[in-house]
């Protein structure tokens, strides 16, 4: 259903549309600089860039993106860039709410959200219980959000558990770990996506991406749009997962 939506899927006749798709949205700053704009504009392109993606991944029956948006070494940015950040984010969760609504996309936000104050926490609240009953796309936002840190969170939060006597040292298997961790409940990305031309995963989903494919698409995030996710698809549907086991 969802590859029948996808022009470019129908076409190479593929079908294998991933379930989750996590996209690290690098090159917002590089983009602005090329256009000789200061970095917040950037940004704010790199904000209807998601826009564009997330309404993209819902008409390619994609049912869960993760959206990597503020990393937890971001905070190591000037106090300016990360105020305009925050503004920003602020902004398109008020403006944004009713067409995720009418869009049926459900919001959540991982990584560590107080860190950006009483005013966002709110709007993410709001945001996140307005969007509550969407059921045609899960979409993530990671802010503040570093696979390190959520998975000393975890691991603090067991030992603390079993130093309380509610939980057995030996019950703690894969399973239960990742029950901890800010994705609790939900599928393991299948596909990362980074643009901008860097390879790397700048602490992203790290227990979550044990098996996800990965695609580098050399294009900077505000240019993003329906073709470019189409062929990062499209490239995933080609790939041979094997999870360990022999090639077929
Ligand atoms: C991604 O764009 C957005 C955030 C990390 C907040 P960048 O701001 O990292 O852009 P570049 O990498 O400097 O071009
Ligand atoms: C990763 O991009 C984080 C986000 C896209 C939010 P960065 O631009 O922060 O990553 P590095 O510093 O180049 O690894
Ligand atoms: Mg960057």
Redesign the pocket.
């Known amino acids: 259903m969802g590859a029948a939506a996808n022009p470019a899927l129908a076409a190479g006749g593929a079908t294998a549309v991933p379930r989750h798709v996590g996209i ?3 090159g917002n700053g590089r983009w602005a600089a090329a256009r000789g704009l200061p970095r917040a504009l950037g940004h704010k392109a790199g904000a209807e860039a998601a826009r564009r993606a997330i309404e993209a991944a819902a008409e390619a029956g994609i049912g869960w993106l993760t959206l ?4 937890s ?2 905070w190591r940015r000037p106090p300016d860039e990360v105020q305009d950040l925050t503004l920003l984010m602020r902004h398109y969760l008020n403006t944004e709410v009713a067409r995720l609504v009418r869009e049926g996309v459900r919001l959540r936000v991982i990584g560590e959200r107080e860190r950006f104050g009483p005013e966002l926490v709110r709007a993410i609240e709001r945001a996140e219980a307005a969007t509550a009953s969407g059921t045609r796309l899960n979409l993530n936002v ?1 802010l503040s959000y570093g696979g390190r840190a959520e998975i000393a969170s975890a691991a603090r939060e067991i030992a603390r558990r079993v130093a309380a006597g509610e939980l057995d040292a030996d019950a703690v298997d894969e399973r239960m770990f990742g029950g901890f961790l800010g994705t609790a409940g939900m599928p393991d990305p299948d596909l990362i996506i980074r643009t901008s031309g ?1 390879q ?1 995963i ?1 602490n ?1 989903l790290l227990w979550q991406a044990a098996y996800a494919e990965f695609v580098f698409q050399d294009v900077l995030w505000p240019d993003y749009g329906a073709a470019h996710l189409a062929d990062a698809v499209t490239e995933f549907s080609r790939r041979d997962r094997r999870f360990g086991a022999r090639a077929a």
Request: aromatic fraction near 22%.
């Open positions: 690290i949205m690098d990597f948006a503020f990393s070494e971001n990671a860097e790397r700048s992203f």
